[in-house]
């Protein structure tokens, strides 16, 4: 199963806009949305401010994920700030 992530903001209640994915007309797909507790708004295309330590370990999981994708778990793992 290959996983995409996409980071978006809802312009419109309840619903969703997703768009550019490599997906194809009658191609079966699974969507799991998250909401992160912290919901505080950035504009999309903001720079990340990330320091040395998350950047050396985002690095790592690039280079040990090649050339798969990282699991759900390990995203979102990552995204907590955990090993």
Do not use: C, Y
Request: proline share 10%.
């Amino acid at each position: 199963m290959q996983a995409i992530k996409v980071e978006t903001i809802v312009e419109k209640e309840g619903e969703l806009l997703l768009t550019n994915l490599p997906v194809h007309p009658d191609q079966r797909v699974e969507v799991i949305v998250l909401i992160p507790e912290e919901n505080h708004s950035v504009p999309l295309g903001a720079p990340l401010q990330v320091n040395e330590e998350e950047w050396q370990r985002l690095v790592e999981m690039i280079r040990q994920s090649e050339p798969r994708f990282p699991t759900l778990d390990e995203a979102m793992n990552f995204s907590r700030g955990r090993p």
